[in-house]
């Protein structure tokens, strides 16, 4: 790290621990020692990639909303960690195991320092955490015991856990799993040792989980210490776990009195905040357990229930709850049957998984070719040419500041970790989500107001910032229908060639885009002649550019904009007449939402490939499968309603045309 990047850190950390009333001592306990940490504040430390991660984590920031560019080392490290998670949640345990152990080889072992030096030993000891953290995940698909795992996991970095309250430490949503596996862990004690199966290290202390630990990890969670997707990643787990435990406690003390149904609504208040929560950030952690669990909380409270007028009143209300309930578990458990993929939440993976990583080599190497920039004029003023022959060839990382530099001149921000908007106020990223949510959502005025929230606090001379919030600007002015298709078009090239001539992307050939150019090209495409060959260079420039990801299996790291761009391509396709590969690109997102636990792109991907079954059988195409269509668009509306969809009323009124066309 660059001096100035280690103060820009610093500034933005101490906002942070500023905002959510924590210390510099906190947030770096048992990561490293107070010099470290009072270094560090000063912006007078270098942090590599897993402390500032582990830093950021300890503060409520995610890694899933960042564009982050690493060095060729970094890079390779950060790619094997993702083959691991890949492997993982796809259940090819044999490959994870492989993969894990060359892990565990090159970063988990003391270097040629002898682990003496101090950033090493940080290094070292997160990275076992992350090796460990997966070894257990790999023990426990295996049947195999993985506690002690766990338990030396968690020790790395919150050493003594239960020494103080939760809530007078800084933990990150992988902390806090952590721990809520450790207390999970007791359980499987309590069940060996009712079968005589103690382990030498047996402790009747150990035995059994604790209810009260569970209500701790949910009040850190909802202390304001996290934001929201990091709440949505760990709050539901914490829910399923409280209430699974005290489902079994209560079901042994019997009793129909206030008290016991007092206690069955507690749990049902804390599964139903589960459920929004994941319906509004669009994510599927734990849904399926806890639509099961209301499932038989609603069970216990109707036998509850008490006679007289308050209960008639309330029964009409309660079953259409129940039934709603009831119909959302099942079409999971039908979509996830369909496709393969288990139902349960039984991986980790998403609190390990980072987004938006490239390789600065790469992106310099590609980037300089798309736009046709010459090697002695990039390096001009930079850095001498053979320096550049080595950084496209990634023989050498180059200096932060000669990345900059090149960055600059090849339209891309000069900021080697960033979020979409440029700014040290964490504020901003949280507006910036609910703005796209109010945008989803159809909800133009509070979209408006927020995005004027926005101009307010990023500065807007930044040419990347400039192009978000405009882009914003042009998809606002279209909802509002104060332009029409052709001129939002327009103005969004506009946008976009702040950054990239729009013909570099025309152009045949290897492409790297940020993650909002191809938000732009995407929006520009709805305003195109879906006839013209401009249309076909966009849809096939987009398969070129994703089909890498989908051939080293890595989709699940570009999933975001893979579904936002290709949801659209494979819907084109499918109105071209190009049902298998409409199919191909439908599939990949439903296995991917399926795998990942993401909601938002699976109802519509699950449309396209019955509307895609429908035309082949209009046009008498032989189909491999028969799909019911009532059932496939009963499926779109529940998968649309869990994700809070507006598309809910299109894929009813499709039923409904069908319904009647058949009765005809």
Request: hydrophobic fraction near 35%; aromatic fraction near 8%.
């Amino acid at each position: 790290m660059e001096k100035d990047e280690r103060m820009q850190f610093a500034r933005y950390i101490g906002m942070l621990r500023e905002k959510r009333n924590i210390t510099m001592s906190q947030l770096t306990e048992g990561l490293c020692g107070e010099r470290a940490a009072r270094l560090i504040a000063q912006g007078k430390r270098n942090t590599g990639r897993p402390l500032r991660e582990a830093l950021l984590g300890r503060l409520g920031v995610g890694a899933e909303d960042y564009e982050c560019y690493l060095g060729c080392e970094e890079y390779a490290q950060w790619k094997m960690q993702e083959r691991i998670l890949h492997c993982i949640a796809y259940e090819k345990t044999g490959q994870a195991e492989e993969s894990l152990e060359k892990y565990r080889t090159l970063y988990c072992k003391e270097g040629q320092d002898g682990g003496k030096n101090h950033a090493g030993e940080i290094e070292k000891k997160l990275n076992r955490q992350f090796y460990l953290g997966m070894l257990s995940q790999i023990r426990r698909r295996q049947g195999k015991e993985f506690s002690y795992l766990i338990e030396e996991a968690l020790g790395l970095t919150v050493p003594e856990p239960e020494k103080k309250p939760l809530l007078e430490q800084a933990l990150s949503v992988r902390e806090l799993n952590l721990i809520l596996e450790s207390e999970r862990c007791r359980k499987s004690v309590k069940e060996e040792s009712l079968c005589g199966k103690q382990p030498e290290w047996y402790s009747e202390s150990l035995c059994g989980e604790r209810p009260e630990r569970y209500r701790d990890v949910l009040a850190y969670i909802v202390s304001g210490r996290l934001d929201r997707r990091g709440m949505t990643k760990i709050y539901p787990k914490a829910v399923y776990f409280l209430c699974r435990c005290l489902m079994e406690e209560y079901g042994t003390e019997g009793g129909a009195d206030s008290e016991t149904r007092k206690k069955y609504t507690e749990l049902f208040v804390y599964c139903n905040r589960a459920v929004e929560m994941l319906r509004d950030s669009g994510r599927m952690y734990f849904l399926w357990e806890i639509l099961d669990m209301k499932e038989r909380l609603f069970e216990k409270l109707e036998k509850l229930s008490g006679s007289g007028r308050n209960r008639r009143e309330g029964e009409n209300a309660f079953l259409r709850l129940r039934q709603e309930n009831a119909r959302w578990k099942q079409v999971l458990e039908d979509v996830y049957a369909q496709f393969g993929v288990p139902k349960e939440t039984v991986d980790d993976c998403y609190l390990y998984r980072t987004k938006g990583i490239s390789c600065t080599n790469d992106v310099i190497r590609i980037r300089s070719r798309m736009l046709g920039i010459g090697s002695r004029e990039l390096c001009e003023g930079v850095c001498d040419i053979r320096t550049l022959y080595r950084i496209r060839k990634g023989e050498v990382t180059p200096q932060r500041w000669v990345a900059e530099r090149l960055f600059e001149k090849l339209g891309l921000p000069g900021e080697l970790v960033r979020t979409e908007l440029v700014t040290g106020v964490p504020e901003a990223r949280e507006l910036m989500e609910r703005l796209r949510e109010y945008m989803n959502r159809k909800l133009l005025e509070e979209a408006e107001e927020t995005l004027e929230q926005l101009k307010q606090l990023v500065s807007m001379d930044i040419i990347c910032n400039r192009q978000v919030l405009q882009r914003q600007e042009v998809l606002l002015s279209r909802a509002k229908k104060e332009i029409d298709k052709a001129e939002c078009s327009r103005r969004l090239r506009e946008v976009l060639e702040l950054t990239l001539p729009y013909e570099a992307f025309l152009a045949p050939g290897e492409k790297y885009l940020t993650n909002e150019e191809q938000s732009c090209i995407r929006n520009m495409m709805v305003g195109m002649d879906k006839e013209s060959e401009e249309f076909r260079i966009c849809m096939q420039s987009f398969e070129e550019i994703y089909q890498p990801a989908i051939d080293r299996e890595e989709l699940e790291n570009v999933d975001g904009m893979y579904e936002f761009v290709m949801t659209y391509v494979g819907s084109q396709c499918g109105n071209r007449g190009e049902y298998d590969k409409a199919d191909k690109h439908s599939l990949n997102i439903i296995e991917g939402c399926l795998r990942n636990r993401r909601l938002w792109a699976l109802h519509d991907s699950v449309y396209e490939r019955w509307w895609n079954h429908a035309k082949r059988r209009k046009k008498s195409i032989p189909v491999d499968i028969i799909l019911d269509d009532e059932k496939e668009l009963n499926k779109c509306i529940l998968l649309g309603q869990l994700s809070k969809s507006h598309m809910v009323s299109f894929y009813q009124n499709k039923l409904l045309y069908m319904q009647e066309k058949m009765k005809s």
